[in-house]
């Protein structure tokens, strides 16, 4: 099937100035899924939530990526650990949710017991079943670290360290919202989107859809005064902010108000708004070529919210998620039809606006970069 998919170069995309969108085939089809979800999502670091959920002794969570369940768990020792969420027995899942974590995860199915470091502690019987090993029986470990506050898993046991894969985002969204290490998880919005991943980024890429799509949100910030600066692996949407009754209001005592969108390769957007005292989070947890999971978070310092932060977090479950949910859904129908001439030319405008689609064009290119391989 890849093969009759068009093979891209490695500079598509490279000249934003004349660049036309992947083709639809990209999104669509999912021999094409398959290749990035072990070309790309199973060798990068993907984040999975904020450090306050994994902040205690024993505390855990379990995500959904590319068809595997993953436990991450804070051991006893304080370490932070990542195993797929099967039993090496019989392969039932261990875990569901998050919580807090006995001394041992015990399977369901048939009780065998694994300590938070994913060594075998018990298991029924094992004693009467001739050669039993029980250090080839332990729970599969992946990558797991800590980074700028935040989560990441890699499926690469190999794979270099996240500051590699996204040097200098770290020190960038530090200076972006300084209180990120004492967030807390306020809110938590669950979609499965019938969109495919590369849909989604791509509607983050770009703040030409604000105006017309974003009506409350487009209030709050000067087109004007935004930029997008790209990164490498990870780039930088930065506005001006004004409070709006629509979206945003906030204390005048905020000295130069702003947002700044980050998104992080391959799939992750942090957003910090004016104030920069909370943060929302796009987590997209691939599915299929058409289904992306999505979890939509948002974090505050406080844990008991003011009716301010109670009334912004319905704009965004209400308003705004829904607004994006609907693009990316319409793109994902509209890339499937005979109507569509199969490209789609990226809005590249000379001066870089707070309109330009140039960050698209440079997202399109690191993905023709990584389908070299194939």
């Known amino acids: 099937m890849m093969n009759s998919i068009q093979r891209l170069p490695a500079d598509f995309c490279a000249d934003p100035e004349v660049a036309h969108t992947l083709p639809a085939s990209y999104y669509t089809h999912q021999a094409v899924f398959e290749y990035e979800k072990e070309a ?35 051991g006893r020792d304080a370490v932070l650990r990542a195993f797929y969420n099967v039993c090496p027995h019989r392969g039932h899942q261990l875990l569901q ?84 290490d004492e967030l807390h998880l306020a809110a938590r919005f669950i979609t499965e989107t019938e969109a495919n991943w590369k849909s989604i980024v791509d509607n983050y890429m770009e703040c030409y859809h604000c105006g017309p799509a974003h009506p409350g949100f487009s209030d709050s910030v000067d087109v004007n005064r935004y930029t997008h600066s790209l990164h490498g692996n990870w780039t930088l949407q930065y506005g001006v902010a004004k409070p709006s009754e629509q979206s945003f209001t906030f204390d005048e005592s905020v000295q130069d108000p702003s947002f700044a969108g980050f998104w992080a390769w391959p799939c992750t957007m942090f957003n910090v708004p004016p104030g920069a005292d909370f943060m929302t989070v796009i987590y997209e947890l691939p599915v299929s070529a058409e289904i992306t ?61 707070g309109e330009s689609e140039h960050g698209i064009a440079h997202f399109h290119n690191l993905i023709a970069q990584a389908h070299q391989g194939r």
């Open 293 to 353: 999971r999505q979890q939509y978070e948002i974090y505050f310092l406080n844990k008991e919210l003011t009716a301010a932060q109670r009334a912004l977090i319905e704009w965004y479950r209400d308003v705004f998620r829904p607004e994006d949910l609907r693009l990316v859904e319409s793109v994902q129908k509209g890339l499937r039809s005979r109507g569509y001439r199969g490209q789609g030319r990226i809005m590249t405008d000379r001066q870089r606006s």
């Open 97 to 180: 949710g998050s919580g807090m974590a006995k001394n041992v995860i015990t399977c369901p199915y048939h009780a065998w017991a694994f300590r938070l470091d994913g060594e075998l502690a018990h298991a029924r019987n094992c004693a009467d079943v001739e050669a039993f090993d029980k250090t080839a029986s332990s729970l599969v470990p992946l990558r797991v670290q800590e980074h700028a506050g935040f989560i990441f898993i890699n499926m690469d046991m190999d794979a270099a360290p996240v500051e590699e894969q996204l040097p200098g985002f770290e020190a960038a969204l530090r200076d972006a919202c300084p209180v990120i």
């Open 40 to 74: 790309i999502l199973a060798r990068s670091w993907v984040c999975v939530g904020h450090r306050s959920e994994l902040a205690e002794n024993n505390a855990y969570v379990t995500r959904e990526l590319i068809g595997e369940s993953i436990i991450i768990v804070r």
